[in-house]
Nanobody, 122 residues
Framework: VQLQASGGGLVQAGGSLRLSCAASGGTFSSYDMGWFRQALGKEREFVAA????????SYVNSVKGRFTISRDNAKNTVYLQMNSLKPEDTARYYC????????????????WGQGTQVTVSS
């Protein structure tokens, strides 16, 4: 499956962005989906994940209450709504697909998109 992330940009602290990740070339509803991010000079980290049917979600503690992951299987798209953004949220955000469930480890994801840059100014 091929993944294409979009929706990144420059936003002031406290603002919002909605990332999208469009999937093609596979059966989207067969995959659990995740969002990861990588800041400059840091390791890639888990942000959020959602089950293939959309009923199960998981978030890293630092984004709980601010970010919401969702999906539309009819549109083959997963979303990440990001509210109350902070400068520390600045990173390149990647979507990924897994067949192992709602997971947080990089090695549990088989397919990755190219990422979209999010920059939060203070």
């Amino acid at each position: 499956v091929q993944l294409q992330a979009s929706g990144g940009g420059l936003v002031q602290a406290g603002g919002s962005l909605r990332l999208s990740c469009a999937a093609s070339g596979g059966t989207f509803s067969s995959y659990d989906m995740g969002w990861f991010r990588q800041a400059l000079g840091k390791e890639r980290e888990f942000v959020a994940a959602i089950s293939r049917g959309g009923s199960g979600t998981s978030y890293v503690n630092s984004v709980k209450g601010r970010f919401t992951i969702s999906r539309d299987n009819a549109k083959n798209t997963v979303y990440l709504q990001m509210n109350s953004l902070k400068p520390e949220d600045t990173a390149r955000y990647y979507c990924a697909a897994s067949v192992f469930g709602v997971r947080s480890r990089i090695y549990e994801y088989d397919y990755w998109g190219q990422g979209t840059q999010v920059t939060v100014s203070s």
